[in-house]
């Protein structure tokens, strides 16, 4: 029975050894519904998602179960893969409605859940639920790694302490799916599993609560000598963010299956940016067009959204003490600033009609069109009408029309994109 159940999730879990000839799957975060559309939008092969609850992003917006029959049809139309996070631990007393959840999940036709708690797994085992182990549980041997394909999961995400060299290791010794972490904000802690913030403000990491205490700017008091120091310059507990653009092909070789992009947190244009960058990279390796000076350009791209510097993590070697964001906020090359609202789109001519609410505008301007249903678009502005008049600058209570070649709605947020000095 067991066996057969086993063959059974496998056989919805599609289970594929990496070849020369599948490219690898490329995962984006989905904090709400415009992060989803921008991530589909800009080539992701899979999205991952929590719900109102049991997910290590409590403070992202989240979907709810009512939103799982519309999320899971508007990707299956894109050929997007779902999978929802139930990764955080789990009471007693959440057994029952964990188990409702895993259930209407299969139902709306989730393909897969990730988690780190074995009853989530032993559920999804029960109902026949494909499911993941998440880097909470801090796989770092194919040993582990056979461990959990017996009890029935059909990819390990590992642990983000492992170097390349390990990977490799782990991924001759084992056929489950491996999935690795390749952009975004690492973790003091080992995989993420942090007390701090629960000790200092009743806000478990464990469950999804985290107030990232460890990115701030702290002060130590020597009570002997009655004087105190600020550590303000080297921010000891807060590591720059994970980047591996530049060594992507290496990743690629390794036989890893799925990279993921962290960031269900970070903002819509975040998500855009970085799926598209990591998706022109792992199609250029693809068609052998991956070269040094492509890998810089996108880096450029990458700097330009929320980050607190770069590092590449755990890959070559142990991140060293160069390796702290050395900021408490982003170190991102641009911003965007509110400038207005849709009014409205002209479809047959492709022209966005805009109020102009806050700043000015002008010509040769780069901006972010953002909306739940829209996603992120951004464009430059090469002419536009003010007031019905061509016109170079616009200010606030303006209304401008200017060609805008993809479809946008009422409503819609417009934003100004500019260079950080």
Known sequence: ???????????????????????????????????????????????????????????????????????????????????????????????????????????????????????????????????????????????????????????????????????????????????????????????????????????????????????????????????????????????????????IDQLIEAGIDSFKIEGRKRAPEYVAKVVSSYRQAIDLYFEGKLTTEKKKELLTELEKVYNRGFSSGFYFNIPSSAEYAGVEGSKATTRKSYVGKVLNYFKEIEVAHILIESGQIKTNDELLIMGETTGVLELKLETMKVNDNEDHTAKRGDEITFRVPALVRRNDRVYLIEQIK
């Open 1 to 247: 029975m067991k066996t057969q159940k086993r063959k059974n999730l496998n056989k919805l879990a599609d289970i594929q050894l990496p070849t020369s000839n599948r490219r690898t799957e490329l995962m984006a975060p989905a904090g709400d519904w415009t992060m989803l559309r921008a991530a589909v939008n800009n080539g992701a092969d899979a999205i991952y998602f929590g719900l109102d609850k049991l997910n290590m992003r409590a403070k992202a917006k989240n979907f709810t179960v009512d939103d799982l029959q519309e999320l899971t049809s508007f990707c299956k139309e894109n050929n997007v893969k779902t999978y929802l996070t139930l990764n955080t631990i789990v009471f007693e007393e959440e057994l029952n409605e964990l188990e409702e959840i895993i259930i209407a999940a299969k139902e709306k036709g989730v393909d897969r859940i990730i988690c780190s708690d074995l009853a989530v797994a032993d559920l999804c085992y029960k109902h026949e639920m494909p499911f993941c182990i998440s880097t909470q549980s801090s796989i770092s041997n194919s040993l582990a790694a056979d461990v959990y394909k017996r009890m029935g999961a059909v990819r390990i995400v590992l642990a983000r302490e492992c170097s390349l060299e390990e990977i490799k290791k782990i991924r001759a010794k084992t056929d489950l799916e491996i999935e690795t972490f390749v952009h975004g904000a690492m973790c003091i802690a080992v995989s993420g599993r942090c007390f701090m913030s629960h000790h200092l403000f009743g806000k478990s990491a464990n469950r999804g609560e985290c107030v990232q205490p460890c990115r701030r700017e702290y002060e130590v008091y020597d009570s002997a000598a009655r004087k105190s120091l600020i550590l303000g310059e080297d921010y000891v507990m807060s590591p720059q963010d994970l980047c591996t653009i530049e060594f």
